[in-house]
């Protein structure tokens, strides 16, 4: 098949796809992500575009399109809506849509206003919070390398499943599935993921 994998990162996904014997085009805004992405590859079939997801114009040439592991929702509402209108016109008739973000009503269910990680005595440090009028996650995110500290504040919008399928269904997408996690376990109100397979109509 050819395969559409948004926000693609290093390319750890596309480049096993591609392994596996697909055609498949790699979407990323980082040019560094890009460069490790394009070293792995081994000679596979990928194509990669340094594009922001918001502005890509691919028509009706995908069987397929990804956008996994919370690359969704960064944007305001109508940039969000268009990235999925995007995906959309990507898409064949007939293609399906896989992407994974966070369960809005388990997210906050769990929440916690402070997480420190602690990797090979490094830090990272999440002071979060969430706006209940804009439904957007805000974290102040803080790296402790080698006692150097960089400060990577994010936002991030979180969705529940009824507001994922009326923005789907108005981009022309219907869900066909939505698991809990890649298990495949069902999809419930306590699943921290929001695994769903969407079909262009």
């Not at 790699?26 to 992405?37: H, M, P, Q, R």
């Not at 340094?50 to 397929?64: A, N």
């Not at 990507?90 to 009503?105: E, T």
Request: aromatic residues 10%.
């Amino acid at each position: 098949m050819k395969i559409l994998d948004l926000a693609c990162g290093h390319g750890r996904h596309a480049n096993r796809l591609a392994e596996l014997g697909h055609t498949v085009v790699g979407v990323d805004v980082s040019k560094g992500f890009l460069e490790i992405a394009q070293a792995n590859k081994k000679g596979t079939n990928v194509k990669y575009v340094k594009e922001d997801m918001r502005e890509i114009s691919f028509k009706e040439e995908f069987d397929r399109a990804l956008l996994l592991f919370t690359s969704f929702g960064y944007f305001d509402d109508r940039e969000n809506f268009r990235v999925l209108e995007n995906v959309a016109a990507a898409l064949k008739s007939g293609g399906l849509f896989c992407f994974d973000i966070p369960n809005r009503d388990a997210s906050l269910k769990n929440f916690s206003p402070f997480i420190v990680t602690e990797k090979e005595g490094n830090l990272m440090i999440d002071r979060s919070s969430f706006d209940v009028k804009s439904g957007r996650w805000h974290d102040d995110r803080i790296y402790i390398r080698k006692g150097k500290r960089v400060d990577a504040p994010f936002s991030v919008r979180l969705y529940n499943f009824t507001e994922m399928k009326s923005l789907l269904d108005a981009a022309g997408l219907d869900i066909q599935a939505c698991y809990g996690d890649w298990n495949a376990q069902p999809f419930t109100g306590e699943s921290r993921r929001m695994i769903v397979v969407a079909k262009k109509v």
